[in-house]
């Protein structure tokens, strides 16, 4: 059985569908992307995981227990963590107190998930009492990711984790992400960078006009010739 | 998704732009505003020590109208901070906040004649506070030094009741109106504190109720006289600072202060944080209530008096205060509204009584024309 089971979703916003039919799982500790072109439902995929959009049909089964219809709280009760694309930190909050939202719901925290992040990102350590909105772009990206991992998910949920970085700060971001899947935590994650990220990836999915049009593993997917042409520009 | 929110929904844009508006027109730029803002002030302060100097007014008369200030505006900033941090979490502007003041202030000094008359006379009429004539203040006798228990359990039931209303009231109306766009809930608030305002006239009608006999005062002898410091106005300062710095432990140490910082910076990435919205909510009716609560007894207590529009009368500077200090901003509220008090005890010195209100709103104006943001706006919480 998968980690993540997504059965014949149909999900959009109030009146609007955008998932049509739309097949996905992910193993434990496997490192699955969704590329596509702008518009194409990318995002939508993840948030419909999360509980941000509405559920119009089909199944999301985590662990065995059907999720859909759930709050994003009870999504995080059950073992999955989120970090949105942009807005992703609390501006006037420290970086350890943003941290310590993370773990909210939590009755306290234990000094050693702290540590964990701090860890991972000895950055953040530094820049404990600084105000997170003080922070540079890749630095915020890392605290977001921290916030995320402080619950220790089995699966972490990213949303165009580059949107908006240096291009020189790309990279270091992809070889975190990397780090995290190696330490054993699932990854889906959507990108805009596609060439990059099914590089990286264990399986990669193509989603167009909010439904699935190709799935294997990363390398299949830059290797083929259709794909290449429509989808990563050659 | 995208939510449209209309830009007249959002009051402190509305300010800016006017703000904006008058620089432009004027030609006078932020900075332009600025010079002239010191100007008035160092022209002002050269007067005022001439006053002093010349003898037109005396340091006791001049430190009588600061430590009134004073007084004065922390009854203001306390308000302000309840008013400030739901604004922040909800995004609206709750005009009923004001008749939470007066409603808690009755039920406050209700229970405090209550208890300082008990026995003594009927308990229905010690809790109408003798409406229609069955009771004066000299009969009862309350003060803070005659019968401090009575004032003391008097604040504690004003802040309780304050809580009570202000969280039913969320129950009742706001909740289900949560995520509707702020004018909405702007006029809702409005019917609200219609509501309350008439339910007061109803229980205590338009009559203004003297409460308090007078209470042990301490003259300082200052030159030119004394400036009398009573046990009311040392009672207000004590118990505003001390809530005061509750409010900042709770928002700066405890887990639910942060998450009302969090979420008042950024509500959608709380929801995805496990940030428990409602509660949170909650939790900030029952402080910003509770607040309101002290305020409107303290106010009471200050003036000696109360009527249906005490806290109505105080709204209009509590929203000046919080407006200069930077709408959504806790500290901002604070400094808001210890300015409004001071400016309209000390314009005293140059413009009569009735007009020292207006001088409030008019410093309000110069403050944002300079920082249209407020003094401490941009920084929530």
Known sequence: ?234 | MITYIPAIAQPPHVLSSVVDRVQRRTRLGKHGWAVLGVAFGVVLLLDLVRRLLSGDLTVALLVGYLWNGLTYGLVIGLAGVGLSLTYDLLEFANFAHGDYITVSAFVGWGAAYLIAGFGRFDPGSLFFLGVGGTLYPGDVGVSVTTAPVAILGGLVVAAAAGAVVAVTLDRVVYRSMRGMDAISLLIASIGVAFVLRYLTIYVFTQQAFGLTVSAWTYGVALPGGTVNVSAPTLLLVASSLAAMAGVHLLLTRTKLGKAMRAMAANRSLARVTGIPSERVILATWLIGGALAGLAGFMIALLQGTITYQIGWTLLLLVFAGVIMGGIGSVYGAIVGGVLIGLITRVSLVWIPASFTEAMGFLIMILILLTRPQGLFGGETA
């Open chain 1, 1 to 234: 059985m998968s980690l993540l089971t997504v059965d014949s979703l149909d999900a959009g916003y109030g009146e609007l569908q955008i998932l049509y039919d739309v097949d996905l799982f992910v193993d434990d500790a496997e490192y699955v992307t969704v590329v596509g072109p702008n518009g194409a439902g990318k995002s939508t995929v993840m948030k419909s995981v999360f509980g941000l959009t509405t559920y119009m049909g089909g199944s999301i089964e985590y662990q065995g227990v059907e999720i859909s219809g759930l709050d994003p709280e009870e999504i995080i009760h059950e073992g999955v963590g989120y970090v949105p694309q942009t807005d992703n930190v609390f501006a006037p909050l420290s970086v350890r107190e943003n941290l310590e939202m993370g773990a909210y719901i939590r009755d306290s925290v234990p000094e050693a998930a702290f540590e964990q992040v701090y860890d991972r990102f000895p950055i953040l350590r530094e820049r404990a009492d600084q105000e997170a909105g003080t922070l540079s772009g890749g630095q915020r990206q890392m605290l977001a990711m921290g916030r995320a991992l402080m619950l220790d998910p089995d699966l972490l949920l990213l949303d165009e984790p580059s949107a908006g970085l240096a291009p020189d700060l790309v990279d270091e971001m992809f070889d975190r992400i990397d780090r995290i899947t190696d330490a054993g935590t699932a990854v889906l994650m959507v990108e805009q960078n596609a060439k990059e990220a099914l590089r990286r990836c264990d399986r990669g999915y193509v989603l167009v006009n909010g439904r699935n049009r190709y799935v294997d593993s990363g390398e299949a997917l830059l290797d083929d010739e259709q794909v290449r042409r429509d989808f990563l520009g050659g």
